[in-house]
């Protein structure tokens, strides 16, 4: 593959337009053009045989939209996020982020290994969540930083990250890439590799917020989810996960034949929920124990809008998912159709260990997460799109 960049054309992107409305972004190479801790920023595309087009920025190796056909053939958005680079740099978010170097929360930011315990940043209820991830005082988490393009083609893209030991606290010299390949059968294979020069911990994971239903100003709480996984992780009044690991069987957790996402948190927020575990979390924002045990041949999850007739199917070796359905989406900014990005206008999927697994890895079926000099992290997983 070459390491130059992909030309783009200039001015305006936008896909062909078909008989009826279609929603696809405009986007601007130039608008993801600058400097940012000193290091630049661009703007690439990835397309497919089949007219598929997904868009990457290197800051915080991100995907800003996913264009894919719907039931009638027009070409639509699959994700929400902003149409420049200063919405992304000035506007905390982690829309279509690739987190590290611990996606998910780690309790009190707090982790021992080898006897040695670090000190994380304390960014969410005391906790360290996604790798202590601010935009100030200073950038911190992967998805905040802008990674360098190792390589580059048509259809793929590979990006790297080389985070020092110490950096947000974390112990070693870790050398991390991902590569996201679009494939012409419509499907975003992601893969996460990293290597360390001291033993240290690594969990990574793709922050897209998808909405399959055209029009971004709708809501996902019409989306049906179907999560292929009879267990999930309670948290506390903190989002923080208890140890336990509880079946979700007559509870709202359940979709194991698939549900409507506003069946249960549709207009709710807060004290107003009856469930506990909603009320925890202000809606979903919990992680499911997959029944496919680290096959990522076997779907995991799947996600469809009935308006489109997009649907996203998961799969992963992770032994994790976190659903979490956009409590906390506050209208700060607007997406790329000009709409504020208020709550559960997009949801998210991200493949997984279990959140706070450096401290309980020694419960019974949670997963170790740490990484020894000379092993290699892998982690895998595909997005899938088709209609129905």
């Known amino acids: 593959m070459k390491k130059s960049s992909i030309i783009l054309m200039a001015g305006m ?29 661009d703007l690439y595309r990835l397309t497919n045989a089949g007219k598929c087009e997904v868009y ?15 039931k009638n053939g027009n070409m639509q958005d699959a994700v929400i996020g902003f149409k420049n680079i200063q919405d992304y740099t000035t506007l905390a978010s982690d829309f279509g982020s690739t987190v590290g170097r611990y996606a998910n929360r780690i309790n009190q930011g ?17 906790h360290c969540l996604h790798g202590g991830c601010t935009l100030t005082p200073e950038p911190l988490g992967w998805q905040n930083l802008v ?48 290597t360390t020069d001291k033993k240290t911990v690594i969990n ?25 996984a009879d267990y999930f992780t309670p948290v506390d009044d903190t989002y923080m996960t208890t140890g336990e690991i509880a079946p979700v069987a007559g509870t709202p957790m359940d979709f194991t034949q698939g ?14 929920f009856e469930d506990e575990q909603l009320r925890n979390g202000n809606g979903y924002d919990h992680n499911w124990v997959l029944n496919t045990k680290c096959d990522d041949t076997q779907c995991c999850a799947k996600l469809y809008s009935p308006i489109t007739g997009i649907f996203v199917e998961v799969y ?26 208020t709550i559960r206008t997009g949801c998210c999927l991200e493949t997984q260990k279990f959140p706070d697994s450096p401290n309980k890895s020694d419960l019974e079926g949670w997963y170790s997460a740490e990484l020894e000099p000379g092993q290699e992290y892998y982690s895998h997983c595909i997005y899938q799109f088709g209609v129905e």
């Not at 707090?110 to 005391?126: A, W």
Request: glycine share 10%; hydrophobic share 35%.
């Open 259 to 272: 549900r409507r996402i506003g069946e249960a948190i549709e207009g709710l927020e807060g004290a107003a």
């Open 316 to 341: 992963t070796n992770e032994p994790g998912i976190q659903f979490y359905s956009g409590n906390f989406l506050d209208g700060s900014g607007n997406d790329k159709q000009g709409n504020p990005m």
């Open 147 to 194: 990674w360098d393009v190792q390589e580059v083609s048509d259809n793929a893209i590979t990006l790297v990250m080389n985070s020092a030991d110490g950096e947000a606290g974390f112990p070693g010299n870790v050398v991390a890439t991902v590569t996201y390949t679009l494939n012409d059968n419509n499907a975003i294979d992601i893969v996460w590799k990293a």
């Open 110 to 126: 707090r982790i021992t290994v080898d006897g040695v315990e670090y000190q994380l940043p304390q960014n969410n209820f005391g």
């Open 13 to 41: 992107l936008a896909m062909a337009s078909c008989s009826q409305k279609e929603t696809a972004p405009v986007l601007n190479q130039a608008d993801f053009q600058t400097e940012f801790t000193g290091k630049q920023t």
């Open 56 to 70: 990457v920025t290197n800051f915080g190796a991100r995907i800003v939209a996913i264009m894919v056909p719907d």
């Open 204 to 228: 990574m994971t793709n922050h897209s917020y998808f909405n399959l239903n055209g029009d971004h100003s709708l809501p996902i709480t019409n989306h049906i989810l179907t999560l292929n």
